[in-house]
């Protein structure tokens, strides 16, 4: 935990500006691309082919990043994946390490959209951004070699967030998606999500103290925003949404939401797997080298989509048995 605490300098949260934030994402931004950090963030899989792409939509253009097999038997699933960052900061690189691995070994196209960011973009722009971005990346999925029937949604804190938002969205456009994986997810952005047990008793995480969530929930949201709308928690119309695996930190303030959303989910009849890493901090897959958790968890996130996406291409035959099923994890 030391190691976190050092190489992630801590501002003060409680006073920073808007303008002061995106001095501190710049620096932050730069340590991130450093290569002594690979030890800590990992590195990607050799045998992905990994391209920046864009995508087109009304008024703006936004990068994909797109992880393949090199050696690829094509169509394969399509994964989309939104990366953490409380809707202010990060980038699709940071994921590098995870989603690489499971475009091998899935194998699967895997394609994390680099969606705007507060605070230039305030909320509700990233919501924005996901929800016309998914069904262009849908269409496209031949371009990368990929089976627009065989879907999943994948998201990491905030990114979480966006990818539980469109897994809702998805079912009322009636997008077939199989599978949703949240990680470390953040699901109520209300001032309840201040009041779990967790935020309190992580209090000195190294990762997303609690004075760091208020700070972004700040800057991401406009103040006469209502933040129910973007809270997964609160919303309606859950009963058709993709079977989910929600992965929650031990040490994470927003630990219990993951719990709280996955009851709402089994409540709407929803398949879910809960599973908890009690030694994990917030956002620990983006830290291989600092959480041991991240590579078990990784495995489980790798069983979860080749079995949801086992099946044939649309059109074609099944070469090989889907993987046994999983019992629920209460």
């Known amino acids: 935990m030391r190691i976190l605490t050092r190489l992630r ?3 003060d949260w409680d006073s920073i500006t808007p303008e002061q934030f995106v001095e501190f994402r710049a620096a932050q931004d730069r340590l991130r691309g450093s290569v002594l950090l690979r030890p800590l963030t990992g590195r990607p899989d050799r045998a992905a ?6 995508v087109d939509l009304p008024g703006r ?27 202010v900061s990060g980038a699709p690189d940071q994921d590098d390490w995870l989603l690489a691995h499971l475009a091998v070994h899935s194998p699967a196209v895997v394609a994390s959209l680099d969606y705007r960011l507060a605070p230039e973009h305030p909320v509700p722009a990233p919501v924005q951004d996901a929800y016309e971005a998914v069904p262009r990346l849908v269409d496209s999925a031949a371009r990368w070699g990929a089976d627009r029937d065989r879907l999943a949604l994948l998201g990491s804190s905030a ?10 969205r998805a079912a009322e456009l009636g997008l077939g998606f199989r599978a949703q994986v949240l990680i470390n997810p953040q699901l109520d952005w209300t001032d309840r999500a201040f009041e779990y047990p967790s935020f309190t008793e992580n209090a000195d995480s190294p990762t997303a ?9 700040r800057i991401a949201v406009p103040e006469s925003f209502d933040r129910r709308t973007i809270s997964p928690m609160y919303s309606e119309g859950l009963q058709a949404i993709a079977p989910a695996l929600i992965l929650a930190a031990g040490l994470d303030p927003l630990e219990d939401q993951s719990a709280a959303y996955a009851d709402r989910l089994r409540c709407a009849g929803v398949e879910v797997m809960l599973s908890r890493y009690p030694e994990a ?8 080298g600092a959480v041991p958790a991240a590579r078990p968890a990784r495995a489980e996130i790798l069983d ?27």
């Open 9 to 11: 300098p801590t501002p």
């Open 49 to 54: 082919r990994i391209a920046d792409h864009t």
């Open 304 to 330: 979860h989509l080749r079995h949801r996406l086992a099946g044939p291409p649309r059109g074609g035959q099944r070469s090989t048995p889907p993987a046994p099923g999983r019992r629920v994890r209460r």
């Open 159 to 168: 990114g979480a967030t966006l990818a539980a938002l469109t897994a809702i």
């Open 209 to 217: 103290s609690p004075a760091e969530c208020r700070a972004v929930a």
């Open 281 to 288: 901090t917030h956002a620990f897959l983006s830290m291989p």
């Open 61 to 87: 253009r936004l990068n994909v990043r797109v992880y393949r097999p090199e050696r690829e038997s094509s169509p394969l699933p399509l994964v989309i994946a939104f990366h953490g960052g409380g809707l």
